[in-house]
T-cell receptor, first 115, second 114 residues
Framework: KQEVTQIPAALSVPEGENLVLNCSFT??????LQWFRQDPGKGLTSLLL?????REQTSGRLNASLDKSSGRSTLYIAASQPGDSATYLC??????????????FGKGTLLTVNP | KAGVTQTPRYLIKTRGQQVTLSCSPI?????VSWYQQTPGQGLQFLFE???????NKGNFPGRFSGRQFSNSRSEMNVSTLELGDSALYLC?????????????FGPGTRLTVL
């Protein structure tokens, strides 16, 4: 059974700092990994999707890496801003069809960026 | 392109009642998944529909059911509500295929069971 762990559970940083969020998964047989952000009481916003054949993806100030063999992914946020404050979730998918289609989520990292 | 929409956004029900939640996927997306989010358990997969067929189901009791219509819109039903069903219910849609499957989530329906 796939288990996804995110460390730390909470993180508080001053504005402008570069930071790294960690995600680990127990079963390396994944199809892809997706990073989301969630604002309080809201739905999930997709940030980055990394296919199992890829090593990293970038979008603006965000960079996500994937090391499938070690069961790890990191989300790097450059020059953090107060608007980045949210809960960041990673999720893995085992396959693309049938019973493998569901996402397995970590519990998230609550990020606070202080002005 | 409009995102995933969910209705209603908020619901208050009492124990024993039943409830139906609705989800409209992004245009062209044929896969719809449902998730339950609670503070204790986090996000848990309920089920996934594709072309009006349930392809995958999570570990939830039979009180939780769903369906998908020919226009890909989906509904989720919970019968005989319990206090523990209070949660944020999220719907996600995606294209299906080797180049697709990035999931896009709606704003959720907040269900409170009294």
């Amino acid at each position: 059974k796939q288990e996804v762990t995110q460390i730390p559970a909470a993180l508080s940083v001053p504005e402008g700092e570069n930071l790294v969020l960690n995600c680990s998964f127990t079963d390396s047989a994944i199809y892809n990994l997706q990073w989301f952000r969630q604002d309080p009481g809201k739905g999930l916003t997709s940030l980055l999707l990394i296919q199992s054949s890829q090593r990293e993806q970038t979008s603006g100030r965000l960079n996500a890496s994937l090391d499938k063999s070690s069961g790890r992914s990191t989300l790097y946020i450059a020059a953090s801003q107060p608007g980045d404050s949210a809960t960041y979730l990673c999720a893995v998918r085992r396959g693309w069809g049938g019973s493998n289609y569901k996402l397995t989520f970590g519990k998230g990292t609550l990020l606070t960026v202080n002005p | 392109k409009a995102g995933v929409t969910q209705t209603p956004r908020y619901l208050i029900k009492t124990r024993g009642q039943q409830v139906t939640l609705s989800c409209s996927p992004i245009s062209g997306h044929r896969s719809v998944s449902w998730y339950q989010q609670t503070p204790g358990q986090g996000l848990q997969f309920l089920f996934e529909y594709f072309s009006e067929t349930q392809r995958n189901k999570g570990n939830f009791p039979g009180r939780f059911s769903g369906r998908q219509f020919s226009n890909s819109r989906s509904e989720m039903n919970v019968s005989t509500l319990e206090l523990g069903d209070s949660a944020l219910y999220l719907c996600a849609s995606s294209l299906v295929g080797r180049k697709g499957n990035e999931q896009f989530f709606g704003p959720g329906t907040r269900l409170t069971v009294l």
